[in-house]
């Protein structure tokens, strides 16, 4: 016997219910999605921490003390490049020459990356005015960085040669990289700083490279020792 309207029009309005009472599980997936989990990473040597899901993405607020931390970073990088330009003509070691080699490369690579998030910041990629090396933008006397080697170090260097040349560079250098750890503890010791995403990575990885590099130059360093009481 043929069905009527009614009926055709009841049974398509009792599908999707009947739908609903069979898959109650898969209805009830699709209107309460998991909410997602927010984590805020820590700083150097602190751990991880997971944030509330009410948690609302924010942009920081630029610190000056971050951009104070790039202009003295590449300031600080620059000598380091100036240190590791001496190597070729002052020893034949082959380790200090390859050490010195990667600390010029990876370093000039930094100094492009703080002079370009200076700039897209709209923010100077130097901190003294021209004519005044020895004044910040303020007009006030700039403090040495941390582990900067003073003028008669740098000197002491440019005269050495052989063993001397790779004690004095590699006892200057762990200086150096030690002064860099002090200005990365400083920015995440400064409230509202190191907020910045890119900053923060940044600087992050600069403090472990250096850490590396540090224990690598104090094993070169007690190598030649070594070899000297022979």
Known sequence: MAEGPGALLGLLISAPVLAIFLFPAAYAQKETPAAPSV????????????LPPSTRPTVPHLSQADVAFMQGM???HSQAVEMTAMIPSRTENKDVR???????SSQMD???FMKRWLVTRREATSMTMPGMPEMDMSGQAMPPMPGMLTAKQMEALRQ?????FDRLFLSGMIQHHNGALVM???LFDTPGAGQDADLFNFATDADNTQRAEIRIMQGMLEQN???ERR
């Open 39 to 50: 984590v805020q990473p820590g700083a150097p040597g602190e751990p991880s921490r997971t």
């Open 98 to 104: 390859s050490l010195g080699a990667k600390i010029s």
């Open 110 to 112: 930094e100094i492009n």
């Open 225 to 227: 020792s070594l070899v």
């Open 160 to 164: 050495a040669k052989g063993a001397e």
């Open 184 to 186: 990365v503890k400083e």
């Open 74 to 76: 590449i300031m600080h």
